[in-house]
């Protein structure tokens, strides 16, 4: 609910806190715990002591990664003090390590069918999902879904919110990942070998949570691209901004008075506020934004309708397609038969959720466009990107060939007849 709208410092200028946030009281202790916890096979001589410490490291490797993926999730929100965690948002990452792991075996499924056919091509799939494996972690943290994680569409929309900074993310998390190995080799010599065990794990689990407190700043960092509610107290740690204008001062006043209300289960008033300052600031998508969000809360299901026509207009308007769609989807999922009334703004959005990469979504934006908008000039636009739509991503040039038929029918010398004609020139006629 709380959003921030003054600038938050890139990543590179905080490397120190990354560093230090393991060090804080309750991550440290935890992670001195579970290192320790290698030590349980020796104490359970009634086991066999191999089978005890493949279950013992395999369970800390859970623990530690839960723990992680906790640290990322809070820090995209904005949270980055582990005594400000809250313990009530614990579903959200209690599963995502399985899921990633199932990442992992699908992408190791895909390299092994590539390799069969070519290992140079193998090499570069490895390479193109190494360095694409921090957008996938974001996409997981942001989604909570492993199937949206496999969507390269989704995978490089994160890549492009970060823009050229992806770059120096991918290289400090390369160095972390060996910065474990680097401190054993320099301990080593330094410690008693029945250390030597608990001293991996703690350099593991102390490495591990650095990138997790790290990817958690990046999204937070990008946190409007990324479409990610901030909770109460985000950026607490940060030095406020050298200058606040009074509206940002009256929009964070409010954006926190509405959040408490929501965290108190007081959604009737949190509404009222919601409603009454985007009724004073039409203009204003951060109001409309919150007002939004707060009657999702709520069974006003027309209300949330006649907003969302006005919330998604200025949305495109500003060109942020991305929250557009999903404003829109919002309203599809309690209304079915939602549809905006005018034809630019349906076709602007159909074109939002094509670059997406929601073929889907841009078909329903899309049904009946023609009854819907009886002679609009922008009918032949809607066929063409239907057509598009059907032929690059659903790969049925065989339905894309009556909406070609219907333009050169209709509207045989106009430029999306054209388009739609060299899109299928090489598809063959049924």
Known sequence: MVARSSAVKPFWHRLNKFFAFPFQATPVAYALFLAFCSLLPEVLFFLPRVFMWV????????????????????????????????????????????????????QAVVLGVVASVNSKLATAATFVFSFLLPATVIVLVQSGSAMRSLNPAAILGV????GAPYLALCLFLFLLSSGAQVALTLLLPLVSLWLLVP????????????????????????????????????GAD??????????????????AL???????????????????????????????????????????VPALIEHAKRFIALLLQQE????AVKAWQDCRTREPAFVLEDAGQTLALARAAWRTGDAQA????????????????????????????????????????????VLEERYPDSEPTREVRWLLRDQPAA
């Open 55 to 106: 279950i013992v490291e395999l369970g800390i490797l859970l623990a530690a990664s839960q723990y992680g993926f906790k640290v990322a999730v809070l820090g995209s929100r904005g949270i980055s003090r582990a005594r400000d965690f809250p313990s009530r948002l614990e579903d959200e990452w209690s599963s995502l390590p399985w899921k990633l792991f199932g990442v992992f075996v699908v």
């Open 159 to 162: 890549v492009r919110v970060i």
């Open 199 to 234: 001293l991996f794990n703690f350099a593991f689990i102390y490495f591990g949570w650095v990138m997790a407190s790290l990817l958690g700043y990046v999204m937070y960092q990008h946190h409007e691209g990324l479409d990610i509610d901030l909770l109460p107290g985000a």
């Open 238 to 255: 940060e030095a406020p901004p050298e200058r606040r204008s009074p509206e940002q001062i009256a929009r964070q006043e409010t954006d």
């Open 258 to 300: 509405v959040a408490e209300l929501v965290t108190e289960g007081d959604i009737p008033a949190a509404l009222d506020i919601a409603y009454e300052d985007q009724r004073l600031r039409p203009n204003d998508v951060a109001a409309l934004r919150r007002y939004h969000r707060v009657l999702l809360m709520t069974d006003k």
């Open 320 to 323: 942020s397609g991305t929250e």
């Open 362 to 405: 841009a078909l329903a934006m899309l049904r009946s466009f023609d009854k819907r908008f009886r002679g609009h000039a922008a009918i032949p636009q809607a066929y063409e990107l239907i057509a598009r739509v059907l032929t690059q991503g659903m790969n049925r040039a065989d339905l894309a060939r009556p909406v070609l038929a």
